[in-house]
């Protein structure tokens, strides 16, 4: 009589580093290179621009998300890409020192960012496989902890303990240096955990290739095009955010300039603890209450309420600008008030782009919107820099506000078509 085989590993075993991994790596992308750059003296108009260019593997991803189906397993794909990004982060480290550092690390962010979109798909659809419906809803909750606390980690601790090591050797790359070491360190022993904690479900295996692959990939994409009311979506999509990827770029550097240039010459760990620690922390409570308020009011009421309070608080940064001010809990105040209401606003965002891949192939699309997603943040963002340096930080900040009008108009564009009962909880 064979022996049975062993039950898989319990979610509360992999979940939590799974999605905690999924985090940092975006964060050392889209967050850790800002600061660095920063503290390295590059010019804002290139950090803007080229930081930018690296949302464009999300923006793309749908394109090659067929084949993390088709070749290997999604475990493969997960295990496999982890230890790309430890040797990654590593080389950042090892290239820091180098005469051409800036034009080096971007080439290996690049990697970064490319190996995390992948993960990404491959880490979603692993938990989809691997995990029974209920135990998928019962999850949810705790994949979104874990990649909050990656973003706590990355934009809090790494960047304080990047300006606590520049602080005590007086080196800024040496300090970079530790962080980024620190970080290929993790994610190479987290490589080697998930290697042996994975579950491996009889239901993760490659997909074989139908015979007509090509003409069914076009046909998704085609489905989704074709989608009632698509190019007011879309531009919700490409608009709702458009102030908020402009600002989103300068924001570290506004907070580390010196005051006679027009920042507000904090410390790189001040700008941990008030950004990327607190401000997080207030993103993530604007995102559960935006979530609650949804369930209660629905999305159609929630729009117009949620479109404001993301563009409101952005004047915060103006009154940052005119006064300078240099109270420490003034500073961290206004932070954290911008990003409550951007985590409040930005709920209606996600909650219209589950609506608008409904149907069939809602994974696919899902997918889809998410690329038009990152290509709503690349495109505003890569001038941003160039702006900023052409108007100064007070200026830049009143056009931020006035950008801000495209949200509305996006907003305008698809209210009338959102159904008023999604997103409202109804008793059963």
């Not at 309070?309 to 420490?328: E, K, R, T």
């Amino acid at each position: 009589m064979p022996a049975s085989s062993p039950p898989p590993p319990h979610p509360w075993r992999w979940i939590p580093s799974l999605y905690f991994a999924q985090g940092i790596p975006y964060v050392a992308a889209m967050t850790l290179s800002v600061v660095l750059y920063k503290n390295l003296d590059v010019s804002n108009t290139d950090i803007a621009l080229y930081t930018s260019w690296l949302y464009l593997p999300w923006v793309i991803k749908p394109l090659w998300s067929p084949l993390v189906e088709l070749y290997r397993t999604k475990r493969f794909w997960i295990v496999g890409l982890q230890f790309v990004l430890g040797i990654a982060l590593a080389l950042v480290a090892f290239l820091l020192p180098g005469p051409f550092f800036f034009q080096a690390t971007l080439a290996v962010f690049w990697l970064i960012a490319f190996s995390s979109a992948t993960h990404d798909i491959a880490a979603d659809g692993f938990y989809l496989l691997a995990l029974p419906p209920h135990q998928q809803a019962a999850f949810v909750g705790v994949r979104s902890t874990f990649y909050r606390l990656a973003m706590i980690s990355g934009q809090g601790g790494l960047v304080w303990l990047a300006g606590l090591l520049h602080e005590k050797t007086g080196n800024v790359i040496h300090g970079w240096m530790w962080v980024f070491g620190l970080a290929s360190a993790f994610f190479l022993a987290v490589a080697a955990y998930h290697a042996w904690s994975l579950p491996r479900p009889p239901a993760d295996t490659a997909q074989p290739q139908p015979s007509h692959f090509a003409a069914g990939y076009l046909a998704v994409f085609a489905a989704f095009f074709r989608k009632k009311g698509i190019l007011a979506g879309l531009a919700f999509l490409v608009l709702y955010r458009f102030a908020e990827a402009q600002l989103l770029k300068l924001v570290v550097p506004f907070l580390l300039d010196a005051r006679h240039t027009g920042g507000l010459g904090l410390s790189t760990r001040q700008v941990g603890i008030f950004y990327g620690t607190i401000g997080v922390i207030a993103l993530t409570l604007g995102g559960i209450l935006g979530g609650l308020a949804i369930a209660c009011f629905g999305l159609r009421r929630m729009l117009w309420p949620m479109a404001a309070l993301l563009s409101a608080p952005n004047a915060v940064f103006v009154f940052l600008a005119l006064g300078q001010p240099a109270s420490a809990s003034i500073v961290a105040t206004a932070l954290a008030v911008e990003q409550f209401g951007y985590g409040f606003g930005f709920t209606a965002y996600m909650l219209y782009m589950m609506l608008l891949a409904e149907g069939e192939h809602r994974t696919a699309h899902y997918a889809i919107c998410t690329g038009f997603m990152a290509l709503g943040m690349m495109l505003p963002g890569m001038a941003a820099g160039w702006l900023q340096e052409q108007l100064g930080y007070l200026n830049f900040f009143l056009w931020i506000c006035l950008a801000t009008i495209p949200t509305f108009a996006a907003t305008a564009f698809i209210t009338a078509k959102v159904d008023p009962a999604f997103g409202r909880k109804t008793s059963t």
